[in-house]
């Protein structure tokens, strides 16, 4: 069975804050604020159709698993993106996906 990290306060709040260039640490946050469908694991930080490494991804509450520092890199319409590296254990793959949607 895996173990599940809980964030301390510090983390939460920057996590909450949206703190630019904040290291999530090799942790577990939940998929959040997804409209519908589901989380692009990408392999590049860069939102485009042709680096998604799976098309039908995680969901709101489901968990990833961070295992690397976050990177910039561009959004949809080209907007400024802070994307981090994770593992999602309900698919097996790994890739790059817009902080904003991890918490």
Request: overall charge negative; proline content about 4%; charged content about 15%.
């Amino acid at each position: 069975m895996t173990d599940i990290k809980k964030m301390n306060e510090q983390e939460a709040a920057n996590v909450a804050g949206g703190v630019e260039g904040y290291n999530y640490g090799n942790g577990w946050r939940t998929v959040k604020n997804l409209q519908g469908g589901y989380l692009a694991l990408r392999t590049a930080p860069c939102f485009a159709y042709e680096n998604e490494v799976i098309h039908d991804g995680p969901k709101n509450g489901q968990l990833v698993q961070i295992t690397g520092s976050t990177v910039q890199g561009t959004g949809i319409n080209g907007v400024p993106a802070t994307y981090v590296w994770v593992y999602s254990p309900d698919y097996g793959v790994s890739g790059y996906v817009n902080a904003y949607f991890i918490g």
